[in-house]
């Protein structure tokens, strides 16, 4: 048996999501938000669209199954091994993770009934997957857009300056004097750093003064940081980041293969579980992540079981169409 769950994701937020660099490789010109391809315009060329990895989501759903199974081991003085936790949890497992001619069949049914959530979500090189989860994508090419900011100093509030001792005061205003030269500094650093970037990439040498200057700027750089201590990063620092807007619907699609009466309880877990903290992604302290959607469950045949519907912080609601018949 199949399950099949149609789904429909909401941007309430603006959705930032920063994915990991490839190594040896260089951030995308969205902050490394996941971009994709979707179709091509008149004259054939790619279209990128913004989208929801389909392992936010996983991720999300999984962590949410095994914390309440945790919660409930916990509370009855039993805590997880760390190492349940890694092949739960995380998807790590060390035993499993055999070559396939010495995988124990038996022992990995045995695994598989013990463990509803490695069942399902898999763990390792031994215990395959019966989840799929796609991607959540936009019904038409959308990009992120970038969102900005600063983190204010402290002189931003008058009356926190009047109580500062004078000791600290003065230790303040070098500070500020500190940040200002090192700002100024790194400034220069990125300016010639693309310089010589250009150079490069256009096959031309670099001139030894130019190479010279990147350097001793580098150096000097390097000491204002130091001479600030463990406070490296300025108070006025700029905060930017890419987001999909708020207001974007997203599609996707999660299939279960081999379903069982259980698979049903462990997705209704994690999707109450985002429904009642419907955040997804980055940045969730700037006013990001927040969603809201609905999943039509249905079974091999097509039929409607169930429609989950989940957002603002309330419990997911469950309306129930036809029998779930495993």
């Not at 490789?25 to 389909?54: C, H, I, S, W």
């Not at 990439?201 to 463990?230: F, S, V």
């Not at 039509?296 to 169930?306: F, S």
Request: neutral net charge.
């Amino acid at each position: 048996m199949r399950l099949v769950i149609q789904g429909t994701i909401k941007t309430v937020g603006p959705l930032s999501i920063k994915m990991p660099v490839p190594e040896g490789g260089r951030e995308n010109e969205y902050g490394n938000f996941p971009m994709m391809t979707m179709g091509v315009d008149d004259e054939n060329k790619k279209l990128q669209t913004a989208y929801l990895p389909a392992s936010t989501l996983r991720g999300f759903l999984r962590r949410a199954v095994v914390l309440r199974d945790m919660r409930e081991a916990a509370s009855q003085g039993k805590p997880y091994k760390l190492p349940q936790v890694y092949a739960e949890m995380i998807g790590q497992d060390t035993q499993s993770e055999k070559e396939a001619e010495t995988i124990d069949l038996l022992a990995l049914r045995q695994t598989r009934e013990a463990s509803p959530v490695l069942d399902l979500f898999g763990s390792g090189l031994g215990i395959k997957s019966r989840l799929k989860v796609g991607n959540f994508v936009p019904d038409s090419p959308i990009l992120p857009d970038v969102f900005s900011g600063v983190r204010k100093d402290i002189d931003a509030t008058a009356e926190a300056l009047a109580l500062l001792g004078e000791a600290e005061l003065a230790d303040f205003v070098d500070r500020k004097d500190d940040t200002r030269r090192r700002v100024a500094q790194t400034a220069l650093v990125n300016q010639l750093a693309r310089q010589t970037r250009a150079l490069t990439k256009a096959g031309n040498p670099i001139p030894p003064d130019l190479e010279l200057a990147l350097t001793q700027a580098k150096e000097k750089e390097e000491a204002l940081k130091n001479r600030m201590g463990d406070m490296k990063n300025s108070s006025l620092l700029p905060v930017h980041y890419f987001a999909l807007a708020a207001g974007i619907t997203l599609g996707g699609r999660i299939v279960v293969e081999q379903a069982r009466e259980r698979d049903m309880a462990l997705l209704l877990c994690g999707l109450d579980a985002l429904s009642r903290c419907p955040v997804l992604g980055a940045n969730s302290a700037r006013g990001c992540g927040e969603i809201a959607g609905s999943f039509h469950l249905h079974d091999e045949a097509g039929v409607l079981l169930k429609i989950v519907t989940v957002g603002d912080y309330k419990p997911a609601q469950v309306a129930e169409f036809s029998q779930w018949i495993a």
